[in-house]
């Protein structure tokens, strides 16, 4: 007799009923290797296993955290390598199923504990940043250094994929040290590993973001320091979420592999109208200081001898004023099958929490809509 507990599982009951099905049953799983013996297949979910071990680097950062959670959702074992203590990355236990997230403990000086988080993995991405150097981490130790580390450590682990994350901005010519660094970065990790897959993205704005957030923050001064009022500076702001879902398209799909992609958002704003855009959906009043470059400079200056982590250096002034450019033939979301959403759809969302408590509940209105460079 089948009892309420078998009922539950039919085929199981079956089985148990049926000695033939039954010796076949254990025959598959006695042959089965102790990995394969619970794992589920297939892109099923977060417990399940889709055949692709990932290392993020950088993945406790901006962007990785988005990048982790869209690969976990498909059933990807990831492996992220972390400095400082385990209840820094805590959070991001709760992304993936029990063991679907493995937390390596590394440094980007220590080139062992490098290969040691690649040592099983299929594909490697790398999200690694930094915007100002301080007295443990010039940016070329990360942007540069650590990147050509990763890249060595990928080709001797026999890593099939590596994602390697730059800028849109990113020119050995630039006037920003940071872009310059991006860009030999890229440079060496395609000598090195010349079918990696470039990530090239603009300014991206997010929940967490240091963009929109930051233009909210200025609202407390009496007016908004801007380089000629902001209209000599051209954006293409991109939500971190369709970067993200870049990211995991290149890491899972192999026609994707030894291309370089710039991804921006679908419309092009004016470094004044963004801040002011921004400002108004807060609901506070803008008002903007025109100031020369050097004198905003100087202030960049005096922000690097704070003792910690500066609000504000002279090389992030620098790149506030880059305008971001694309090129006609480099492929895109398009390319990707990606649609990427307009500022006006998403901003609310990030900047909502800036406003008063008696405006937080107020929708956007037709008049809260950012409108693009005129052609």
């Known amino acids: 007799m089948i009892s309420i507990r078998k009922l539950t599982s039919p085929s199981q009951a079956l089985k148990s009923q049926i000695p033939a099905l039954a010796e076949v049953f254990i025959v598959q799983k006695r042959n089965a290797s102790s ?12 417990n399940s296993f889709n055949g692709n071990v990932v290392t993020v ?5 901006f962007l990785g955290r988005y990048v982790i959670n869209r690969l976990a959702k498909v059933g990807t074992q990831i492996i992220v390598p972390y ?6 990355v805590r959070y991001l236990r709760l992304m993936g199923d029990l063991g679907q997230i493995v937390f390596v ?20 991405i790398n999200l690694l940043s930094r915007d100002y150097s301080n007295r443990n981490f010039h940016m070329e130790d990360t942007l540069v250094h650590a990147s050509e580390s990763i890249a060595k450590a990928s080709l001797e682990c026999g890593v099939k994929k590596l994602v390697h994350m730059s800028h849109l901005s990113a020119d050995s010519e630039s006037p920003s040290e940071y872009m ?13 590993f010349p079918e990696a897959t470039f990530m090239k993205p603009a300014q991206a704005y997010g929940f967490e973001d240091r963009y929109l957030n930051k233009f909210a923050y200025l609202a407390k001064l009496p007016a908004v320091p801007l380089v000629d ?7 293409r702001p991109v939500y971190v979420a369709d970067i993200a879902q870049a990211v995991v398209a290149a890491a899972l799909d ?3 592999m030894n291309k370089t992609f710039e991804l921006y958002g679908p419309e092009e704003y004016y470094l ?5 855009y921004t400002l108004r959906l807060t609901r506070k009043t803008f008002r903007y200081l025109p100031v020369p470059m050097q004198l905003y400079k100087l202030w960049g200056w005096l922000g690097e001898q704070s003792l910690f982590d500066p609000r504000l250096t002279q090389d992030q002034v620098e790149r506030e004023y880059l305008s971001e450019t694309v090129t006609d033939d480099a492929h895109t979301f398009a390319d990707i099958g990606i649609e990427p959403v307009n500022l006006n759809d998403t901003a609310l969302s990030v900047v909502r929490r800036h406003r008063h408590y008696y405006h937080f509940d107020e929708m956007k209105t037709d008049d809260d809509v950012i409108r693009p460079v005129p052609v």
């Open 35 to 46: 990995r394969d013996h619970l794992t589920k297949y297939g892109a099923g979910g977060r």
């Open 57 to 61: 680097f950088g993945g406790t950062g």
């Open 83 to 88: 400095r400082g203590v385990e209840d820094d």
């Open 105 to 124: 403990h590394y440094s980007i000086n220590d080139y062992d504990s490098i290969k040691k988080s690649l040592t099983h993995s299929t594909t490697a």
């Open 180 to 192: 310059r660094l991006k860009a030999k970065g890229e440079s060496t990790v395609r000598e090195i």
């Open 229 to 235: 009022g902001g209209l000599s500076t051209t954006k």
């Open 254 to 256: 192999d026609s994707l």
């Open 272 to 276: 004044h109208d963004m801040v002011e």
